[in-house]
């Protein structure tokens, strides 16, 4: 499991304990894929140019249109391949060129970061604008224990082959079409349906 990057005090290990900081914009193709399935790392096709983020430096992770902090992290050194689609075991592999782990996600709740330029898919940027971001976001909330589960009626000729079709049809159609159901541990009674990695209604007789 992903571990922050916070001291006692609650606050980010400053960028210049490191080096200088940098702003990645994710592709909007991942940002889906990012929000939906848990990933301990972000893979993607490093800048070109000499400015290159090195190991252990401090990155923003942004979307656009408008700028947003969606997680923080730091740079990791790259595997020698990564999926073309972190979603599909089965696609290609190709060169990974920049890995960043995270160490605080925010991409249920982006925070609007204004008055910020972005010139390419990574950038530098300040140590003092890495760190107020840092500060604003704050440390993750509490974990805590919740009941997660995916009911499918399934036709089937025996119990193995409906768990067979369970995962077929789990992998076939994952977040984005099925609804999953999860509520806090010892509070069954406030269980929420989430598709598309929100809140959806799944009472019909409520949408009217």
């Known amino acids: ?3 922050t990057d916070h ?4 606050r980010h290990r400053a960028a ?3 080096g200088g900081a940098w702003a990645v914009l994710l592709p909007a193709d991942r940002l889906d894929a990012e929000r939906l399935v848990h990933h301990d790392t972000l893979e ?11 190991p252990g430096e401090p990155v923003a992770v942004l979307v656009d249109s408008p700028p947003r902090l969606v997680a923080l992290g730091r740079v990791a050194t790259p595997t020698d391949q990564r999926r073309e689609d972190p979603d599909d075991p089965q696609s290609e592999p190709s060169p990974a060129s920049l890995v960043v782990r995270y160490t605080r996600r925010a991409f249920d709740e982006p925070l609007p970061v204004d008055g910020v330029t972005i010139d390419g898919p990574v950038s530098a940027l300040a140590t003092a604008t890495w760190q107020e971001w840092a500060d604003r ?19 089937a000729g025996s119990p193995a082959e409906a768990v067979r079709l369970f995962w077929s049809y789990v992998q076939e159609l994952g977040p984005r079409e ?10 069954e009674l406030a269980m929420q349906a989430f598709v598309l990695g929100a809140e959806a209604n799944q009472d019909p007789e409520e949408e009217d």
Do not use: H, K, Y
């Open 1 to 3: 499991m992903t571990q």
């Open 7 to 10: 001291r006692g005090n609650g």
């Open 16 to 18: 210049e304990d490191i």
């Open 44 to 54: 993607l096709s490093g800048p070109d140019g000499t400015a290159r983020p090195g």
């Open 137 to 155: 976001l704050g440390p993750p909330p509490q974990r805590r224990t919740w009941l997660v589960s995916l009911d499918l009626p399934i036709e």
């Open 178 to 187: 099925l609804p999953a159901f999860v509520s806090p541990s010892g509070d």
